[in-house]
């Protein structure tokens, strides 16, 4: 008998498999873990980013739709490039998303698809319930590389902070919405996946990008270090790892 569970329900893992068997009198009963991954970014022993993925199946699950009445209950700000939220929160909908769609019709800067200006649609109540759907914005590769150069610095200073000598430096940076994990090889290239909070084994997930990256990006006779990897190869051998994991979970992978 099997199950899937989210990886929230890791503390109650025990008492389910205790109760079912109880009750059921099954002696075998094997639980899969639904795992999200968010993205996976590699950085060089130097600071700089030289490979991102984004899984953006996952990244579309932060999207919020809600439907709203007039006035609005969060205030916008209204740029050529994007509408985005600047005060107050709301089901989700939280400060810095972006505004995504109107009734369904995508949003493309301040403008919708049919090329109806959206402030104006939003600041009249005659339209009024409108169906709003709000998500994280997607970084630009230069805000991207910016935070790979802003972690080198943070890493080195959590290792002199530590009051362990040779201390790993940060391997586990948890919020309320997401989770960073970190592997950083002996020669200093940083290993980086953001994942859903609550996941647990993924420094073995680590470890086997790692051993990707060993067999498909550096054994390239045409990739050179420090460079950005550039390999189809190593992408789909990557995305392949990531849809295993996602749909089997981390148990399944060899150790």
Do not use: W
């Amino acid at each position: 008998v099997s199950c899937e569970l989210s990886a929230n329900s890791n503390s109650c893992l025990k008492q389910l498999t205790f109760l079912v068997c109880l009750f059921t009198g099954i002696n075998r009963f094997s639980v899969t873990f639904k795992m999200i991954i968010y993205g996976v970014y590699i950085v060089s022993k130097s600071g700089g980013l030289i490979f991102n993925l984004d899984n953006n199946a996952n990244m579309l699950r932060i999207e919020h739709e809600k439907t709203f009445t007039y006035p609005l209950d969060i205030i916008l700000d209204y740029s050529p490039k994007k509408v985005s939220v600047v005060f107050n929160r709301k089901d989700g909908i939280n400060v810095g998303h972006i505004l995504v769609a109107v009734n369904g019709m995508v949003v493309n800067g301040a403008t919708l698809e049919d090329g109806r200006d959206v402030k104006t649609l939003l600041e009249t109540a005659d339209n009024y319930p409108l169906n709003l759907k709000f998500g994280r914005p997607k970084m630009t590769t230069n805000e991207k590389i910016f935070l790979a150069s802003m972690f080198y610095p943070l890493f080195a200073i959590a290792s002199q902070l530590s009051p362990e000598n040779k201390s790993s430096g940060i391997e586990l940076l948890e919020t309320d919405t997401f989770t960073l994990h970190c592997f950083q090889t002996l020669t200093g290239v940083k290993f980086i996946v953001v994942s859903e909070t609550g996941l647990v084994g993924m420094d073995i997930l680590l470890r086997k990008i790692y051993e990707l990256y060993s067999d498909y990006a550096l054994k390239n006779p045409f990739y050179s270090l420090e460079m950005p990897i550039r390999c189809e190869l190593f992408d789909s051998k990557l995305q392949l790892l990531l849809d295993m994991i996602e749909k089997t979970g981390i148990n399944n992978l060899d150790k």
